[in-house]
């Protein structure tokens, strides 16, 4: 079939990223794998140990409406479901699983679902998948269904990653079948490692329909077999118009040198018709993999892409395949020349739906013509969205970002609905997990009018009962101009109207709370927000009687450290965490207070740069992912000589083997300093820090000589038990104490401009264009024991007052100034210093301060300032 008349009418202009809306429908799966988008907008949700979740569209709740019993080792579970094209007729849903038990076998079966259940009576078993279970991975699994009816399956190779010694899995040493790629994927004889197409039937078995790979005899290999020589072809998708086949296959881990890096690409693959598509022989453009001798460690030359030969002898199947089909898309850990947006780092490709505007001419939420014709692919990994564009024949011409600004946790399966929205799965942050920012989400377009973009502001979402919130839509908005709006809360069965609301919860449980925000054009948008009532967060409080915003040297901080919970009650002093440190580098205070750092704030900034990197998605602080634990490493070479550069050269080659199968991309980004920094972190985990005691003196000496730089940051929190079933939660605090010099420059908040001038050796920064009225803002400072504030002042202009004032500009005035009227012009020597009294009652205790200049004689500038010191 010829796509040309599918792809002519194409609008060169992309939408409007504002026209995009997202709502999570479901939050807190456990291994989401897969979603079924029923006629009615009903979602079915599988989770990977084998629960069968079901989204309600009408009441917006999700149950669990089955458990499948499944073998959830290794990668295995229940791994893919879809309904039937004929839905509305026959109520058939399909599920693809691994059976629990001591045959290794997997299943695809169908139901009937009714009424939000699973007939269990109704259970057909459709095919018998037989695999081992003796090492990993790779067991994709997804169902999808063609436009004439026809389901293909993707079944991985099920083999051993390991052991495979920087080459393919060819290894042909007897007892190493299990590592030999060529007595699956590449085994005509065997299902695994292929893609299959069958036609299913009424009577649950199903038939082999025309065109498949090989004849329906079986005489050449298994007439089920659509394509084969894929890896692990985790996610497929069926062009409904020229029914060309798409998958995602991600790749392995080699060290073979390739065109561009290593040959480890994922690949994103189109067959025009069955075939073979390379693997274990042949990746990307057909590179090839030289043939490897496990038993000599020896290469000689590779197979033919033309002529490829299966002589494994654990191949059962024909010696001779098809000629290997080269991928359509394929990157690799590195950077790639040939498709540089795709990024770098680990990855997991991904192909999702081709999409066609006639296919949705009366659905609310198609796209725009602009997408017509495109494919979506997808990464789990690099957590990307692309849409390409092909030409008429299906070719490549281009890709470009598909909503950037959505951020998709791990995007596991992406669909379009039959009202022309987006759903997508997030799996969630870690691997083997059960994330709480895994779920659903739907994405509608809005042609015409807009729909509302609904937010939740709350004062606070977590208390003891009774529990009184109160909630605004203040944040909501609407991105056609004029729109009226009317809000509508709904807690329960209670309504509640306006934009602000107010609500007490009497009993103990977890509510939610959804917002409506309606205009008057009939758009609706939708956000929900989860409140739970019966346990209160501890109480944590850092009581201090020196000054909270600033260190002098040699000086004493005192300290006692305090917690409260109503439920716990009585507080068992061990199990506050507490640290202190000093930290010798910048001033980002921003990093200090939102770093997740489990309170070894010596390494803020190093753990700011290992959460900006990918190590989040293989590697947890304390449990195993798809990588060991930090701890994990920490504790295996905390005592090993040079273990800090043998960790950092890993960071930034990768690796591979020594903790399992998963390989651990390179960060060749990385500086060998950075790494070092990454790798002396993670190395710190194991120590166990002196415990503090909860009150105590400490003599600040540590940053005697070292500029302006630096902070002392103490660090206390403490995790409840939990109540009334809500989980323990925790609460921190911190007290962080910086240089008492600070640069007017930078204000939060002003009215001034930033200059930078030129001395003889270096540059100085300051503000200027300072006139009457002007202001700067400097937030959370503590003036307890403050006497007077020292001034750098540059007197080049008209003069006038400096005044500060507490929380407003118009604010109690704690102190002033007189700056006398001048002509600088000498950017070197033309600074003075003089003193700000702070004279001004009740001045103890964190506020903002607010430095307003005056003058209202002068039109032009009044003066220069470059920093201010805050003295005892």
């Known amino acids: ?15 409007d990223s504002s026209r995009f809306s997202y709502q999570a429908l479901a939050s807190g799966l456990n291994e989401p794998m897969g979603m079924a988008i029923l006629p009615n907008l009903d979602v079915v949700v599988i989770e990977r140990k084998g629960g069968v979740k079901y989204f309600n569209n009408s009441t917006q709740e999700l149950a669990q409406i089955a458990q499948f019993n499944v073998f959830s080792g ?66 994709a699994g997804y169902i999808t269904f063609g436009p004439d009816g026809l389901l293909y399956l993707s079944i991985g190779d099920n083999t051993n990653a390991e052991e ?129 001798d496990f038993a000599t460690k020896k290469e000689g030359p590779g197979k033919d892409p033309r002529r490829p030969i299966n002589d494994s ?53 198609k796209l725009p013509a602009y997408y017509n014709g495109k494919l979506f692919i997808y990464d789990w990994i690099r957590r990307w969205i692309f849409a390409v564009t092909m030409d008429a024949a299906g070719n490549y011409v281009s890709m470009e970002p598909f909503l950037p600004q959505l951020k998709v946790v791990a995007p596991i399966d992406m669909q379009i609905a039959p ?65 009226k709006l009317s809000y509508e809360w709904k807690i329960g069965n209670k309504s509640l109207y306006g934009k602000d609301a107010r609500y007490t919860f009497t009993k103990a449980g977890v509510y939610k709370v959804v917002l409506t925000v309606s205009d008057e054009q009939g758009g609706k948008g939708i956000a929900t927000m989860p409140v739970k009532v019966g346990n209160s967060p501890p109480v944590v409080v850092i009581a201090t009687k020196a000054n909270r915003s600033f260190y002098w040297d040699n000086t004493v901080l005192d300290y ?44 803020t900034a190093t753990v700011k740069l290992y959460n900006s990197q990918d190590c989040k998605s293989c590697h947890t602080l304390e449990t195993k992912s798809v990588g060991p634990a930090l701890k994990e490493i920490s504790k295996k070479y905390k005592n090993q000589a040079g273990a800090t550069a043998m960790l950092a050269r890993k960071i930034i080659s990768g690796g591979i083997g020594n903790w399992g199968t998963y390989p651990m991309p390179p960060h060749a980004n990385l500086a060998e300093k950075e790494a070092q920094e990454i790798a002396g972190y993670i190395l710190s985990l194991a120590e166990k820090p002196e415990k503090l005691p909860l009150s105590n003196k400490i003599i600040l000496s540590e940053h005697l000589g070292k500029g302006t730089e630096g902070a002392y940051v103490l660090h206390a929190s403490y995790t409840d038990k939990g109540a009334n079933g809500i989980e323990p939660l925790t609460t921190t605090s911190q007290l962080v104490l910086r240089n008492p010099l600070i640069q007017f420059e930078d204000y939060q908040e002003g009215n001034v401009n930033v200059v930078i001038g030129t001395l003889k050796t270096q540059y100085v920064t300051y503000i200027a264009n300072i006139t009457d009225g002007k202001f700067a803002r ?90 201010m010191y805050f003295q005892k």
Not at 829 to 835: A, K, L, M, R, V
């Open 313 to 365: 002898p654990n191949n059962t199947g024909v010696k001779e395949l098809p000629p290997a089909q080269p991928a359509f898309i394929w990157y690799g850990k590195g950077p790639s020349a040939k498709w540089p947006l795709l990024g770098k780092g680990g990855a997991s490709a991904m192909a999702g739906p081709v999409y066609y505007s006639d296919l949705y001419l009366n659905a609310p939420y």
């Open 419 to 483: 009202d022309g929205a987006i759903y997508l799965l997030a799996y969630g942050t870690n691997w083997f997990a059960h994330n709480t920012d895994s779920g659903i989400i739907r994405v509608e377009y809005a042609e015409g009018n807009r729909k509302p973009v609904a937010a939740i502001k709350a004062n606070n979402t977590i208390g003891a009962a009774p529990f009184t919130v109160v909630l605004s839509a203040s944040g909501s908005k609407d991105f056609d101009a004029g729109s």
């Open 74 to 139: 290794i990668e295995d579970g229940l791994l893919g479901v879809a309904v039937d094209p004929a839905f509305k007729k026959n109520n058939w849903i399909y599920f693809y699983y691994a059976v629990a038990g001591d045959r290794n076998i997997n299943h695809l079966v169908r139901f009937e679902l009714k009424n939000q259940k699973l007939i269990q009576t109704s259970k057909k078993i459709l095919l018998e998948v037989p695999t081992q279970r003796t090492y990993c991975c790779h067991s």
């Open 560 to 603: 006692q450290v305090k917690v409260t919970d109503p439920e716990d009650g009585t507080i068992n002093p061990a199990k506050i965490k507490l640290a202190f440190d000093y930290l010798p580098f910048g001033k980002d205070l921003a990093s200090l207070l939102s770093a997740d750092n489990d309170g070894n704030i010596q390494h």
């Open 778 to 867: 400097f937030n959370g400072i503590d003036l307890n024991q403050i006497k007077s504030i020292r001034l750098r002042v540059r007197e080049h202009g008209a003069g006038g007052k400096i005044e500060l004032r507490q929380n407003t500009k118009d604010g109690p005035l704690l102190g002033a100034v007189e700056i006398a009227a001048g002509k600088a012009t000498d950017t070197n020597t033309d600074w003075q210093e003089i003193q700000l009294p702070v004279t001004g009652k009740n001045i103890a205790g964190v506020q903002d301060l607010y430095f307003v200049f005056r003058n209202g004689q002068a039109k032009e500038s009044l003066f220069h300032l470059d920093w």
């Open 1 to 15: 079939m010829q796509p040309a008349k599918y792809r002519q009418a194409i609008s060169k202009e992309a939408p």
């Open 164 to 292: 495979i010694e920087g080459h393919n899995p060819i290894d042909e040493r007897p007892g190493r079948q299990l590592s030999d790629d060529q007595g699956t994927t590449a085994n005509s004889n065997d299902l695994r490692g292929k893609i299959l197409r069958i036609k299913p039937e009424a009577n649950g078995t199903y038939s082999i329909p025309e065109g498949n790979l090989f004849p329906k005899d079986g005489s050449l290999g298994k007439p089920e077999i659509f394509a084969m020589g894929l890896r692990n072809p985790f996610r497929v998708s069926v062009d409904a118009k020229t029914q060309y086949v798409y998958w995602g296959d991600v790749g392995p881990d080699s060290e073979v040198k390739a065109s561009e890096g290593k040959l480890s690409y994922d690949e994103i693959n189109q067959a025009r018709q069955p075939g073979f598509f390379g693997y274990p022989y042949f990746l990307g453009a057909n590179e090839v993999f030289p043939d490897y």
